[in-house]
């Protein structure tokens, strides 16, 4: 099992940069692919971005396409979603998910999942 938590979110502006993180504790982080997904109010959770184990692969949503970029640090036990030129459209709940084999967008294939953290971009 492994527990993730999220941080970094906040209030920012529009076009700022902003970076969100995920620390895992229990079971080894590098056994586990891991993807971001956000909730927006009224919105189903949608895929932003995943890592296979190791990092050398990555896939994004065309809505964040050039501007996040998803990495990890598994000496760290952290997952990383780096967000610039941020729109009002990316204000959501930030969650991070756990997956034992890599899920991409699906996220039934995550196992676990952190609490979220807030982001909220201001025009």
């Known amino acids: 099992q492994v527990q993730l938590v999220e941080s970094g979110g906040g209030l920012v502006q529009v076009g700022d940069s902003l970076r969100v993180s995920c620390a895992a504790s229990?079971?080894?982080?590098?056994?586990?692919?891991m993807g971001w997904f956000r909730q927006a109010p009224g919105k189903e959770r949608e895929f932003v971005a995943a890592i296979s184990r190791s990092g050398g692969s990555t896939d994004y949503a065309d809505s964040v396409k050039g501007r996040a970029t998803i990495f990890r640090d598994n000496a760290k036990n952290t997952v990383y979603l780096q967000m610039n030129s941020l729109k009002p459209e990316d204000t959501a709940v930030y969650y991070c998910g756990a997956s034992l084999v890599y899920s991409g967008s699906y996220p039934r294939g995550y196992a676990y999942w952190g609490q979220g953290t807030q982001v909220t971009v201001s025009s």
């Open positions: 229990g079971r080894t982080f590098s056994s586990y692919a």
